[in-house]
């Protein structure tokens, strides 16, 4: 991959749209397919998925919690639906937000960015909590392998707003400083960079200029959660063609196991969410 | 399981010392035992770890990130070793610092801490970035299994002091308020809770008393990250026998892969540990 993860983001989401299915095989959503919640139906259900969204979208999220509840065999089916995706052009942010002291950080990296991993994917979610400039070796190992990283800075969930919004030593939010950190990271002279951020759209606007962090978005909360096409617009309204990324998990995959229900879902959502963000 | 987590970890800690070994399989230790850094190399170097410290230790954290970067294979070697060392009775601590919303974390819990999972552990560490009322369903299925659940308070790297430190709305700093957080999850009137937090040995004390948490403190940076047991002493001072787990990781492991060399670092490290903290 010579292109670097942004640039190839935007190209995607201009050519397919905004959207993102988050890949989410709860137990709740594998038995309301009338499946049981075993390995085989966890494959059942994301081949399914995958089938039938194949061509109406531009990114995947598989949400890495769900798979890793199964152990060395979830993560089996994990990089079969990883290489079907890869087969298929779609990209793929793997939904792990994994976040350790660097040295640590080196065995995440190797895991979902390096060239010769099993689990490899286009870009992942990295959480800063043991600092920012803990996450180097991933960032670095993004650039050099021409991927990306998300990291959390505002969350979709209420719960997160208590450290989220703490003020650091020189009177910042959190996550104005992890916006901030994003921002220096991305080179200033390139399209858009592959260090992006995860921003609930059920947010109001930080005060961080969203349109200057030069890397993309990552926004969960949109269906389920309750944030609509609108709240991205409005969140992101400043923010280059290209760069805002919704993701819809819950509201889309309810709609299975039925292909054609499920595709269905998918280009609502993808049309809403272009119609909102042009 | 019927007693709970942090009991039995008191009950191991005094019979056995205040260290945890910490498992970190990655590419320059495995290189630096002369091995090939494959799933062959890392199953090598995890159960020969294992079989030399077998005897001498009370507690073992593998570090989840070395076992992931080989993906599922990765995974299977990681239930290999978890199943031997359940087999001798050691205490397991999977060091993965998860953390999500809190449906996700129910996955995650489900992977970690359920009675039928290949990589059930007796405690795992979690990240409160998105929220301490996030890891509710972690909490709730630690208790209900008799597992525990060390949180991230304020980690021994530097790095992470910006956010760890950072103030919340109400005037306290990010880790005492996870730290709080923590002691009121920890039931009044048993002996230790399952509950715990992770709080490095390379930090001053912080303003939260830590003899109050009614839970265990994991306890990382000793060895080659530059604390000592004598840091460890000060810190955690007024702290009750057998709810302080040193972990030391590369100060030992680099004395492989000669067994011997292996256990006698391992059982240094456990007198020293002992020595200090009684």
């Keep these: 991959m010579t292109e670097g993860f942004g640039d190839r983001l935007q190209q995607h989401l201009r050519e397919r749209g905004p959207l993102c299915v988050g890949i989410d095989p709860s137990r709740s959503l594998i038995e309301s397919w009338g499946r049981h919640d075993t390995v085989e139906g966890l494959e059942f259900f994301c081949l399914a998925v995958l089938e039938a969204i194949i061509d109406t979208v531009a990114v995947i999220k598989p949400q890495v919690a769900f798979f890793e509840r199964f152990g060395s065999q979830g993560y089996r089916v994990l990089e079969r639906v990883m290489s079907e995706a890869r087969d298929a052009d779609l990209l793929i942010i793997a939904d792990a937000k994994r976040g350790d002291v660097d040295t640590t950080n080196d065995g995440y990296a190797e895991a979902w960015l390096s060239e010769g991993s099993p689990l490899r994917a286009d870009a992942m979610t ?28 505002a969350t979709s969930n209420v719960e997160g ?55 993309p978005y990552l926004v969960p909360g949109v269906g389920s959660q309750g944030g609509t096409p609108e709240n991205v617009a409005r969140v992101f309204e400043r923010c280059p063609e290209g760069s805002v990324l919704a993701s819809v998990s819950r509201a889309i995959l309810q709609a299975g196991p039925e292909r054609s229900s499920l595709r269905d879902a998918a280009r609502r959502w993808r049309d809403d969410l272009a119609h909102a963000l042009t």
């Design 126 to 153: 990295v959480s800063p909590y043991l600092g920012f400039e803990s996450l180097a070796p991933i960032l670095h190992l993004a650039r050099a392998t021409g991927r990306g990283v998300f990291v959390l800075a």
């Design 161 to 215: 707003r208590v450290i989220q919004s703490a003020r650091t030593q020189d009177g910042r939010s959190v996550e104005s400083f992890v916006l901030e950190e994003i921002r220096r990271c991305n080179q200033p002279d390139e399209g858009l960079g592959p260090f992006g951020a995860v921003l609930g759209a059920t947010r109001d606007r930080p005060q961080f200029a969203l349109e200057t962090l030069k890397g």
